[in-house]
């Protein structure tokens, strides 16, 4: 990732950890940030002028980008999150190397779009269909990676281990271009993966059901050594720890547990049907909890327990996993809605508390601890909401991120900026032109 000159950039409004600042200027250097003044009235000389409310780039750390092209065909008629898979699986199918990446590219703008600066992509898509390993065995995971540079973003690429249908049971033949076959083939060819400036490697395990017990601690420790986040499909459907219960005899939480898979590094994804012994055990271990709002309600999944999650200790982030909307903000706007249906009580948690679930914490999650804040030293990435929508106009200055959570949407970012360099302007891509229609074509392309 190339980094622009030093540059000054002037903020109408921006949110600085708990508070709205009028009037302030960043000074950025080398794609970091240099020095934050406040008070700064008017834009100095040849300062960008950001209008609107400034906030630290906002982290997406559980996408699938291929599930994109299901949005409009899976909210047709009725049926489950296992009726949702097939479809889903039709679309996995026909994916290659190069549709993926024009896919993926247009989605990632679509991310920058919406004020997304990082995204944590959990792939599984490995290999040619059948199983048969491309060329270099990685074309996939190469695919996007690349395709998040071409659309300005970061990313975390989670390589997943998927080795199995279900407890004792062999991929099916929609599942065999997942699978490596064992964990340790996993391992040696998630290995060859290199980071870029703008690209770290992670590991993921798919779920309890598609990783085998004993392979579970293979997984953990290619993580561990490498000090790379960890992330896992969890209890994410009751079907799930009934499964697991009857092949092992406890929950999915306990049998990561007991196979070293839990602690700091650690992010479970969705987190939905657990016991109190679940959430002891990830709080305590300070295991993460990622929650996908719009796709759990989407797929009819159920309401996680995140604010007993975080109380235990689990630290959140958010993510828009399947896709059926695009907007961090709605993610967290929807994590406070979602429990007040629960409770019938209002105020689980600060619009303050929902950004930095939105922004630094899914950056830790997603091994960028240096990004999602707006502090001297912290990586360049910021995105600039308008205040004069219909949405958001108001009393901003004294409710700025009330209003961003909770009246503002993808539609109002006017600004991203990564790295010091402008990748939205406007609410125009630089990078990407014309992303609905990219969206348009490769979609078009999976379901020919």
């Not at 009751?238 to 219960?245: I, S, V």
């Not at 092992?248 to 700091?264: E, I």
């Not at 402008?422 to 990219?438: F, S």
């Amino acid at each position: 990732m190339t980094h622009p000159q030093a540059r000054t950039y002037w903020l109408e409004h921006a949110w600085l950890d708990t508070n709205v600042e009028p009037g302030v200027a960043l000074e950025v250097e080398d794609g970091r940030i240099a020095a934050v003044r406040t008070g700064v009235d008017a834009p100095p000389p040849g300062a960008e002028i950001l209008r609107g409310l400034t906030l630290p780039g906002l982290a997406n750390a559980h996408s699938h980008a291929f599930h994109r092209a299901l949005r409009g065909t899976v909210q047709v008629g009725s049926g489950t999150f296992w009726t949702w898979r097939e479809v889903m699986y039709s679309f996995a199918d026909k994916l290659t190397p190069d549709t993926y990446h024009a896919l993926a590219r247009a989605v990632y703008a679509e991310m920058a779009l919406a004020g997304i600066t990082a995204v944590g992509e959990f792939h599984y898509v490995h290999h040619a269909p059948g199983g048969t390993p491309y060329a270099d065995p990685n074309a996939m995971g190469e695919a996007l990676v690349e395709a998040a540079a071409d659309a300005g973003v970061r990313i975390t690429l989670l390589d997943t281990a998927y080795l199995s249908a279900g407890f004792g049971q062999a991929p099916n033949r929609h599942q065999l271009r997942f699978s490596d076959g064992t964990a340790d083939a996993w391992a040696e060819r998630c290995s060859v993966l290199k980071e870029r400036d703008h690209a770290r490697i992670g590991a993921a395990i798919h779920s309890v059901r598609a990783v085998p017990a004993g392979q579970l601690a293979t997984v953990a420790r290619w993580a561990e050594e490498r000090r790379a986040p960890l992330h896992v499909h969890l209890s994410e459907q009751t079907a799930e720890n009934d499964a697991c219960l009857a092949a092992h005899g406890c929950t999915p939480t306990r049998l990561l547990a007991d196979h070293g898979v839990l602690g700091p590094r650690t992010t479970g994804v969705h987190n939905t049907h657990l016991t109190d012994e679940d959430i002891a055990l990830l709080g305590h271990s300070g295991t993460g909890t990622c929650m996908c709002p719009t796709t759990e309600r989407d797929l009819a999944d159920g309401i996680g327990p995140a604010v007993a999650l975080q109380r235990a200790g689990s630290p959140l982030s958010l993510g828009s996993d399947s896709h059926a909307v695009i907007d961090l903000l709605e993610e967290a706007r929807a994590m406070e809605l979602n429990e007040r249906l629960r409770t019938r009580t209002r105020g689980h948690w600060t619009a303050a508390a929902l950004l930095r679930a939105a922004s630094a914490d899914g950056h830790a999650a997603l091994g960028w601890e240096d990004a999602g804040t707006l502090e001297a030293g912290a990586l360049a990435d910021f995105t600039t909401i308008a205040l004069d929508s219909v949405r958001t106009a108001g009393p901003v200055p004294r409710l700025g991120a009330e209003t961003a959570v909770f009246a503002a949407s993808a539609a109002d970012v006017r600004h991203t900026v990564v790295g010091g360099r402008h990748v939205v302007r406007d609410g125009a891509h630089t990078l990407v032109p014309e992303v609905p229609q990219a969206l348009a074509a490769a979609v078009e392309a999976l379901r020919a």
